[in-house]
């Protein structure tokens, strides 16, 4: 059971807008940076968005991060074939650990 | 360009131990907070451990406390994970990350290596 949590899966079509939810508590995402790293099928993770809503260099700006309180999302808009892919959250806890979500797999239908 | 090169994984037995390195180039490797992150197969992404710049703070998770080890080597930019009693759970790849940090904890993980794959079974 992860720290902090994600749905299982999300879907769109080509040029929709998704969201991605991350949901933790006071003592991760309340009071942390929170990270968004993106994991193409076979491949390592890649960080997509830092510090709640910078961009790498690199990363395209259909990519945009968001952070409420305990509540974190990532936005992809104009989705592409190639934006299918697990999506992780990522904060530091108080507790002196880094947490991840669960993994959000997207699909492009 | 930055490029971070895992090695040491394989077959081990339960109870054995291994030692992981991560070679880091295209950077200047000290002072950077370096850390290890782990998948187990058809799993999610688990965080290890993280070890500063100049080794003011380290940490591990809870699941690997007293058997893991994170470690680094300035002069040879590389980084290690020794692990001890290993167990079936402790089967994944295991990736080495970068990281800019704070001053009592990393920030983002900003360059990954292509990870190596630990095997525990008998």
């Known amino acids: 059971q992860s720290v902090l949590t994600q749905a299982p899966s999300v879907s769109g079509t080509p040029g929709q807008r998704v969201t991605i939810s991350c949901s933790g508590s006071s003592s991760n995402i309340g009071s942390n940076y929170v990270h968004w790293y993106q994991q193409l099928p076979g491949t390592a993770p890649k960080l997509l968005i830092y510090r709640n809503n910078q961009r790498p260099s690199g990363v395209p700006d259909r990519f945009s991060g968001s952070k409420s309180g305990t509540s974190a999302s990532l936005a992809i808009s104009g989705l592409r074939s190639e934006d299918e892919a697990d999506y992780y959250c990522a904060s530091w806890d108080d507790s002196l650990s880094v947490v991840f979500g669960g993994g959000t797999k997207l699909t492009v239908l | 360009e930055v490029q971070l090169v895992e090695s040491g994984g394989g077959l081990v037995k339960p109870g054995g131990s291994l030692r992981l390195s991560c070679a880091a180039s295209?950077?200047?490797?000290?002072?950077?907070?370096m850390n290890w992150v782990r998948q187990a197969p058809g799993k999610g992404l688990e965080w290890v451990s993280s070890m500063s710049s100049g080794s003011s703070y380290i940490y591990h998770a809870d699941s690997v406390k007293g058997r893991f080890t994170i470690s680094r080597d300035n002069a040879k930019n590389s980084l290690y994970l020794q692990m001890n009693s290993l167990r079936a759970e402790d089967t994944a790849v295991y990736y080495c990350?970068?990281?800019?940090?704070?001053?009592?904890?990393?920030?983002?993980?900003?360059?990954w290596g292509q990870g190596t794959l630990v095997t525990v079974s008998s």
């Open positions: 295209g950077f200047t490797f000290s002072p950077y907070s």
């Open positions: 990350a970068r990281s800019i940090a704070a001053d009592t904890h990393p920030y983002e993980f900003d360059y």
